[in-house]
Nanobody, 118 residues
Framework: QVQLQESGGGLAQAGGSLRLSCAAS????????MGWYRQAPGKEREYIAS????????YYADSVKGRFTISRDNAKNTVYLQMNSLKAEDTAVYSC???????????WGQGTQVTVSS
């Protein structure tokens, strides 16, 4: 069982920045593929970014490419999402997810609210 806990959400102005953190349990965190998703009111959950466990390769949705950066600190069992140049449309609940097999996201956090005011 892997437990995930997000933090760092809050209110930001358009053009501002926030950094989200996701702390994970699990002895083999370094091998997990980790991802960030978001869900705005009335919309489906949207993939944002992911980072591989072994080589740290990163991937982004077009909607955040160039503005958001995903990273991880395996010593701290934590994955981060640095969000810059925030827009009102980035307002959503952001959740992290873990894929211990590197393929399927099996574990999800509760989510943290990000609100961007224009």
């Amino acid at each position: 069982q892997v437990q995930l806990q997000e933090s760092g959400g809050g209110l930001a102005q358009a053009g501002g920045s926030l950094r989200l953190s996701c702390a994970a349990s699990g002895r083999t965190f370094s091998t997990y593929r980790m991802g960030w998703y978001r869900q705005a009111p009335g919309k489906e959950r949207e993939y944002i970014a992911s980072i591989k466990g072994i080589d740290g390769g990163t991937y982004y949705a077009d909607s955040v490419k160039g503005r958001f950066t995903i990273s991880r600190d395996n010593a701290k069992n934590t994955v981060y999402l640095q969000m810059n140049s925030l827009k009102a449309e980035d307002t959503a609940v952001y959740s992290c997810a873990a894929a211990p097999d590197g393929i399927m996201y099996k574990y999800w956090g509760q989510g943290t609210q990000v609100t961007v005011s224009s």
